[in-house]
């Protein structure tokens, strides 16, 4: 027995950030249909979860992209991740680095967690392809990110699964100026400023605050990461 898939059908982690934005428009490009998949794992700020809702939006009435091929989106509640990680994402803990050497904001084993639930969710749909925005280049020691745990995970789940799910991740050895610059590509000025007004990055859930890059508190790790590849991307295509 093997799961009956098409080509032409992908599912994108869908968070409302900067990066499964670009890669859900990366997916729109390349598959007839495309579906979206959300977790809630009871994170401190629900207003990613919020922001997903507008940019879908926004794909489906836009002219940049063949929104036309977005399909219905999908939002799988995990708050048992939530209550076994004590994280800052889902806890008033300090963003910082802990004792072992891993960022506060890490939840154990995360991304195995999402992959499990989204090739489960792929196979229902019959969608062949699943499109992730992890990324080993901005490492920030998160394991679960790693080009090898993802290759590692797609041969577990096609084992698991007697399927021959194929796992996409367009921004694995991009930058976050070369994401900005990946968005431009695919999207032109448009993607370009749904990326920067709709999606959320700051672990604080900070949309009070607007930079040139977008809204966030400017001083958290993923806001400082966002900035500065902002200014570097911005920097080099002035060049
Ligand atoms: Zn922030």
């Known amino acids: 027995m093997t799961a009956s898939l098409s080509d032409d059908r992908a599912l994108v982690l869908f968070s409302g ?39 879908r939006e ?14 219905p989106d999908h939002m799988i509640p995990l708050e048992a991740l939530g209550r076994i990680s004590e ?9 910082a680095t802990a004792e072992s050497g891993l960022p506060t904001t890490f939840v154990p084993g995360r991304n195995l967690v999402f992959l499990t639930f989204a090739a489960a969710l792929a196979y229902r749909r019959g969608c062949r392809h699943i499109v ?15 080009d090898d745990t993802i290759k590692a995970m797609q041969v577990a789940l096609n084992l ?17 100026a070369a994401t900005f610059a990946l968005a431009e590509e695919i999207g032109g000025a448009e993607l370009l400023n749904l990326v920067i007004e709709q999606t ?3 672990y604080l859930g900070d949309r009070m605050h607007r930079h040139d890059w977008g ?25």
Request: charged content about 25%; overall charge neutral.
């Open 17 to 55: 950030g900067q990066d499964s934005t670009t890669c859900l428009a990366w997916a729109l490009r390349r598959f007839a249909e495309v579906e979206t998949v959300g977790f809630d794992y009871g994170q401190r700020h629900a207003v990613e979860l919020e922001c997903r809702v507008g940019i």
């Open 58 to 71: 926004a794909l489906l009435r836009g002219t940049a992209l063949p929104g036309d091929r977005l399909g």
């Open 87 to 95: 994280t800052a994402l889902t806890r008033e803990v300090e963003i």
């Open 132 to 146: 992730l925005g992890v990324c080993e280049t901005d490492y920030s020691g998160y394991p679960d990110c790693r």
């Open 160 to 176: 698991g699964l007697e399927a021959r799910l194929v796992l996409h991740t367009p921004l694995m050895w991009r930058d976050k």
């Open 200 to 202: 959320h990055t700051c």
């Open 215 to 239: 809204y966030g508190c400017g001083t958290c790790p993923a806001c400082r990461l966002r900035a500065d590849g902002f200014a570097r991307w911005t920097a080099e295509s002035k060049r």
